[in-house]
């Protein structure tokens, strides 16, 4: 079982930046892919950012690309969320999330473990 707790959430204006990151309590945690999703009020849960267990390969939704950064530091079991030049639209309660698979990291089916989110407001 692997236990993941985000943090660095918040209010921000528009425009400003947030960095969230997911701390797992596994001594493995450098053989699972991450990911970040994101839920909105009312709104099903959606793929935000992806990475392969070594960081070679990455991922991002249209929506975020070129404004948000992830990123994973193996020594410390923690995984980033680094989000830049926010909007309205990016305030949602945010997972981090573990995957055993090396494939189709965009979808949620793919992933095993999940944190309890945490929430990011950004306001107009």
């Known amino acids: 079982q692997v236990q993941l707790v985000e943090s660095g959430g918040g209010l921000v204006q528009a425009g400003g930046s947030l960095r969230l990151s997911c701390a797992a309590s596994?001594?493995?945690?450098?053989?699972?892919?991450m990911g970040w999703f994101r839920q909105a009020p009312g709104k099903e849960r959606e793929f935000v950012a992806a990475?392969?267990?070594?960081?070679?390969?990455?991922y991002y939704a249209d929506s975020v690309k070129g404004r948000f950064t992830i990123s994973r530091d193996n020594a410390k079991n923690t995984v980033y969320l680094q989000m830049n030049s926010l909007k309205p639209e990016d305030t949602a309660v945010y997972y981090c999330?573990?995957?055993?698979?090396?494939?189709?990291?965009?979808?949620?089916?793919?992933?095993?473990?999940w944190g309890q989110g945490t929430q990011v407001t950004v306001s107009s």
């Open positions: 999330a573990a995957s055993y698979s090396r494939i189709n990291l965009v979808e949620r089916e793919r992933y095993d473990y």
């Open positions: 596994t001594r493995t945690f450098s053989t699972y892919a």
């Open positions: 990475i392969s267990w070594n960081g070679g390969r990455i």
